[in-house]
């Protein structure tokens, strides 16, 4: 597609692409093409060898605070996809943030805890919390899942990989205080790219 970014134009992120929107062409909806993509989104995060070292960096003055650097390999022209890494130093944490799109998200490096949120009202509840290491998984198909915050526990930097349905660095959406609720406008942006189009 015209405007289609590369940034790790690698082989193996290209055939990994090219599958994941061949089957969001075909499926019957984001929850088929969710199943679809999975046992391909698993052996991404097998697989030492992909990912340079450059993209598992964390980015001192990030728009995600706390260090956390979100790097991006690809996108769509027309933001319909996105893939990146996001790097989280031991001991940070995210904001508690929404994503607003349907996707993928995985462990490839280091552990986290997850901490998942719904609407309760006018607030926020945690509904839950579990730990992750490498090579676990989840889909976010909101609103179900959709708001969130994780939380680096190993000594090293956690890298978790992306796949989600829209340029998420760059579309504003959500960050929200966990105690009273509050939400306020929040666009993570990206270390290697901008936002803005020239
Ligand atoms: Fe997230």
């Given at each position: 597609m015209a405007g289609d970014e590369f940034i790790l134009g690698s082989a193996v992120v290209r055939d990994f692409v090219d599958g994941v929107r061949e089957t969001i062409a075909t499926a019957a909806s984001p929850g088929a093409a969710i199943d679809e993509i999975r046992p391909r989104f698993a052996e991404l995060l097998a697989?030492?060898?992909?990912?340079?070292?450059e993209f598992q960096e964390p980015a001192p003055e990030s728009g995600m605070g706390g260090g956390i650097g979100q790097w991006l390999l690809y996108r769509a022209g027309d933001g319909s996809l996105s893939l990146f890494s996001l790097v989280v130093p031991s001991g940070a944490e995210t904001p508690v943030?929404?994503?607003?799109a349907w996707g993928l998200v995985g462990l490839y490096r280091g552990t986290q805890d997850e901490e998942i949120f719904e609407r309760d009202g006018d607030g926020l509840r945690m509904s839950r919390r579990r730990a992750i290491v490498r090579g676990d998984f989840y889909a976010l198909l909101p609103p179900r899942d959709d708001i969130h915050r994780v939380r680096t526990t190993s000594p090293e930097t956690s890298v978790s990989i992306h796949l989600l349905t829209n340029d998420t660095g760059c579309i504003w959406r959500h960050a929200f205080d966990?105690?009273?609720g509050a939400e306020r406008p929040f666009r993570s942006g990206y270390v290697n790219v901008d936002c803005e189009q020239p």
């Amino acid at each position: 597609m015209a405007g289609d970014e590369f940034i790790l134009g690698s082989a193996v992120v290209r055939d990994f692409v090219d599958g994941v929107r061949e089957t969001i062409a075909t499926a019957a909806s984001p929850g088929a093409a969710i199943d679809e993509i999975r046992p391909r989104f698993a052996e991404l995060l097998a697989d030492d060898g992909w990912l340079p070292a450059e993209f598992q960096e964390p980015a001192p003055e990030s728009g995600m605070g706390g260090g956390i650097g979100q790097w991006l390999l690809y996108r769509a022209g027309d933001g319909s996809l996105s893939l990146f890494s996001l790097v989280v130093p031991s001991g940070a944490e995210t904001p508690v943030h929404d994503h607003l799109a349907w996707g993928l998200v995985g462990l490839y490096r280091g552990t986290q805890d997850e901490e998942i949120f719904e609407r309760d009202g006018d607030g926020l509840r945690m509904s839950r919390r579990r730990a992750i290491v490498r090579g676990d998984f989840y889909a976010l198909l909101p609103p179900r899942d959709d708001i969130h915050r994780v939380r680096t526990t190993s000594p090293e930097t956690s890298v978790s990989i992306h796949l989600l349905t829209n340029d998420t660095g760059c579309i504003w959406r959500h960050a929200f205080d966990p105690d009273s609720g509050a939400e306020r406008p929040f666009r993570s942006g990206y270390v290697n790219v901008d936002c803005e189009q020239p």
